[in-house]
């Protein structure tokens, strides 16, 4: 069989990161989607995309069919508030520049450099660098502000992370900064020593207003694996950090497992019916197919490349094929931003590109045992609803008194029974938005399949609230009563950077300029991890301290283990 080109992108050479054209194809011999690359100075090189070529094409369709992007960066409101010239060419001018197609709605801040722990594995890879690099509380609300004044969109969601944002003392101090800045949600990511260590620690964190912990979790009962990934085996510590988080009455864990392929891929069972078994705590997964660093040679990327394609097969493999589609993240773009809207909240989409992963929702049904949640509902007709109702809301529309609306009495909601059929400039937002609630309720209950179960199973209850009373809030509920959030994002290296991807990254560092204290460079996380991270740390490094030596750090985690364990 020939190959067949999916289509062409820029992506980078591994030896000199210098930017060179690539091409997505599917291989003719193997049947995989591959990435193509010459670099006239270094020669080709290929990698790894996906194992299921079928399912990669119906996710690139499913994205322009169900979801949306939306190019903000070139409005002029967007220019203002501090789009960098292009220079040196994408992706070399990230801070960001023009080229750029989606508004972030993930602030990502790295509040420290500093860790207690010495992975092997490690995106800022802090305690190898023997620097320090630590923005001062003023910073991080100078980058904080940044991302709320961006216009028109601006960023809704905080992320804190590092380094290991808990060796700060004034971690509470910052996210309750967030929350007052009208963040919607505020994530802190961490390995969770400090929460493992302290149950009013964790009350701490969560009474200042931590939405959610990003828990650092590779496996389960398996210390070996702990031992190659992380240096020490955390296992005691990941669950005392699950314990603290219930003592707490905290149920915002997301577990966050870095799956490196040899070494922990035969975890993502266990992992799977852990966070099954605690779902009062844990709602949900993001799993992070490990990005590669370094120089090796064909052979041995084949051998490591673990990509969302080998991740799903696992899933499914384990749960008896819960997830009957591993929906692309932009699916819920235009619904995230109707249940935004509803609550009277800045409009935010999750708008990256059908590569950077998937998110979807697998149900433990009352037997604890997994179940599709197709088989609740009418997932893509519910998303494609939303999106019908969310393109009235934004062109003011208002449905007809027919069809769908029959039996619900519009006058129940004064001045808007005497707008209907017609645009309307003079209804006020309250009554429009009440109105309009009614009408997506009226069509989205259809979408239940078996209504008559909504008494008597909690899954059925959790969507019938969503529909009921659609917010973010009821959209949070639903993942707190065993509906499990399963997700994946894998993030790029310098053998599979593709710029079209880039482009539409929803996840932005904010860091300070080094050439201008008064400036926030905004950054995409894979173009900032594989291109800028290094430069600017280096730049931004505080020239009174050093980074703590990794064996220091090692004998204080094995000391706490060993506490812990006793």
Request: aromatic share 10%; glycine share 6%.
């Amino acid at each position: 069989m020939t190959d067949k080109i999916i289509r062409k992108t820029t992506s980078l050479c591994p030896e000199c990161l210098e930017p060179i054209p690539a091409e997505i194809y599917v291989d003719g011999e193997k049947n995989w989607v591959m990435m193509r690359k010459h670099c006239d100075a270094h020669g080709d090189f290929k990698d790894k995309i996906s194992i299921d070529p079928e399912e990669y094409m119906w996710a690139q369709s499913f994205t322009d069919d169900i979801g949306s992007t939306i190019n903000v960066s070139t409005k002029p409101e967007y220019v203002l508030s501090g789009i960098k010239p292009t220079e040196s060419g994408c992706p070399y001018d990230c801070g960001i520049c023009q080229n750029h197609k989606n508004a972030p709605c993930i602030a990502l801040i790295d509040i420290t450099n500093r860790c207690n722990l010495a992975c092997p594995i490690c995106f800022a890879n802090a305690s190898a660098k023997g620097y320090v690099v630590e923005p001062t509380f003023e910073q991080i609300v100078q980058i904080m502000t940044h991302f709320r004044s961006m216009q028109p969109v601006s960023a809704v969601l905080l992320q804190i992370s590092g380094g290991e944002p808990t060796v700060r003392e004034d971690l509470p101090e910052i996210i309750r900064k967030g929350k007052e800045l009208g963040f919607v949600e505020v994530m802190v990511t961490s390995n969770g020593v400090r929460m493992g260590k302290s149950a009013e620690y964790v009350k701490e964190l969560v009474d200042a207003g931590m939405d959610a912990l990003y828990l650092q979790f590779d496996a389960t009962d398996a210390p070996e694996i702990w031992k190659k990934v992380r240096g020490v085996n955390l296992w005691p510590l990941k669950k005392r950090v699950i314990e603290n988080c219930r003592k707490a009455g905290f149920k915002g864990v997301i577990l966050v497992p870095t799956i490196a392929k040899g070494i922990n891929d035969d975890q993502v069972g266990n992992i799977l019916d852990f966070a099954r078994d605690n779902a009062d705590v844990v709602a949900g997964i993001v799993f992070q197919p490990v990005s590669l660093c370094g120089r090796i040679n064909y052979e041995e990327l084949m051998d490591l490349r673990y990509t969302t394609s080998d991740l799903k097969i696992a899933i499914n493999k384990h749960t008896n094929n819960v997830i009957t589609k591993f929906y692309p993240i932009a699916t819920t773009s235009k619904f995230t931003k109707l249940l935004a809207w509803f609550d009277n909240q800045p409009p935010f989409s999750m708008l990256s590109h059908s590569d950077c992963g998937f998110a979807t929702i697998a149900v433990i049904n009352d037997e604890n045992e997994w179940e599709p949640i197709e088989n609740f509902f009418d997932v893509e007709g519910l998303i494609k609803w939303a999106n019908k109702v969310y393109d009235m809301v934004i062109e003011r529309k208002v449905p007809r008194p027919t069809g769908l609306l029959k039996g619900i009495k519009l006058e129940n909601f004064g001045a808007i029974a005497q707008t209907i059929g017609k645009f309307v400039d003079d209804m006020t937002d309250l009554s429009y938005r009440q109105m309009m609630k009614a009408y997506f309720f009226a069509g989205a209950v259809k979408y239940i399949k078996n209504p008559q179960k909504i008494f008597t199973n909690k899954t059925y209850q959790s969507f019938a609230r969503l529909v009921f009373s659609p917010n973010l809030a009821s959209a949070g509920n639903f993942l707190q009563t065993k509906n499990l959030m399963i997700s994946s994002m894998h993030f790029q290296d310098a053998y599979n950077f593709d710029l079209d991807r880039v482009c539409k990254c929803l996840v932005h560092y904010g860091v300070i300029d080094p050439d201008n204290p008064n400036r926030v460079l905004e950054i995409p996380f894979c173009a900032h991890n594989t291109l800028h991270r290094e430069n600017i740390e280096k730049r931004l490094a505080l020239a009174d301290q050093e980074a703590e030596k990794p064996e220091v750090i090692q004998n204080k985690i094995e000391s706490l283990i060993d506490s812990i364990d006793k």
